[in-house]
């Protein structure tokens, strides 16, 4: 037997890499916003413990995502490179660290902070990995508008870390980034289409055609705007906030009639680029105003 076939290729920064970095960065800015805006004052220790939790378990979900979706990902361009279809990493070798990762993230939160908390994780894991991967991305069109709940959780669990409870508060949270999901992730879709095409995946540039995509975006958008603006209307967001959610609802809006109105060609691709780009802004400016306003300055003040 060849001895060095047992021995893992797998450096540090596959592993690494197993934990999507840039998605878990929203997903702990989030949540430190949802951990920090709760009216129930928390020790820095548990907080920081609660919140390295939930990073974990989101980079379990990717760990395991990417186990499932291998073969897929080896067909597109854009994710050819990851550790599993370039061979820096068995699929066993990813297996077995998200599911390790996740149990361990669960049982930690569930000591340190709640077990509700701990249960929200477990089911943002579970919905992620089983309902969205294996399920819905790879049957319906609507997988990333149902699929984006996994990604809406971390602000209403890092609030239940802290209070035990779920709120309006937190829920008006989750409802910012579960309709402003489908509208970012599409216009990187419409960039996209021909991967997701040859790698069967009904995302719904490929399902619907580009022109029904352009029609959600803006549809999808025009929600979004006032729902950008709730945690202003329902008194729990400063002035500040309302004016850079109008602002930056304006500015989604505006970027989806240019996506609507430009249809072919290097115009459409830019428009569509600008629109993906714009859109992580935009909700990073919106929690990151919440985050200052009502979690570090009303602490100050």
């Not at 216009?187 to 995302?203: Q, T």
Request: proline fraction near 6%; charge should be positive.
């Amino acid at each position: 037997m060849n001895r060095s076939a047992l021995v893992s290729q797998a450096e540090p920064r596959d592993f690494i890499a197993l934990l999507k970095p840039r998605v878990m960065s929203l997903v702990v800015f989030t949540a430190l916003t949802g951990i920090v805006i709760a009216p129930v004052g928390v020790h820095p220790v548990l907080a920081a413990i609660s919140l390295l939790c939930i990073a974990v378990g989101a980079g379990a979900s990717g760990a395991l995502n990417m186990w499932y979706d291998a073969d897929i990902d080896a067909l597109m361009g854009r994710t050819a490179t990851r550790p599993i279809p370039s061979g820096r990493v068995t699929p066993g070798e990813a297996l077995a660290f998200g599911l390790v990762l996740s149990v361990l993230s669960v049982l930690v939160l569930g000591l340190v902070a709640n077990w509700l908390a701990a249960g929200l994780l477990a089911f943002t894991i579970f919905f992620y990995a089983v309902v969205y991967t294996m399920w819905l991305k790879r049957w319906t069109p609507q997988n990333i508008v149902i699929g984006g709940a996994a990604g809406a959780f971390p602000p209403m669990i890092g609030w239940a870390a802290v209070t035990g409870s779920i709120s309006l508060e937190s829920f008006v949270l989750f409802l910012i980034i579960f309709i402003w999901t489908p509208p970012h992730f599409w216009a990187l879709a419409l960039i996209k289409s021909e991967d997701y095409a040859r790698a069967g995946v009904p995302m719904l540039p490929v399902a619907c055609g580009e022109a029904e995509t352009r029609r959600q975006i803006l549809l999808y958008t025009l929600v979004l705007a006032p729902v950008g603006m709730a945690p202003w209307f329902l008194g729990f967001a400063g002035l500040t906030y309302g004016l850079v959610a109008a602002a930056g609802g304006l500015g989604m809006i505006w970027l989806a009639i240019e996506i609507y109105r430009r249809r072919e060609g290097a115009p459409a691709r830019k428009a569509s680029g600008r629109m993906f780009a714009f859109s992580i802004l935009y909700l990073f400016a919106l929690f990151a105003v919440l985050l200052v306003e009502q979690g570090v300055l009303a602490r100050i003040l």
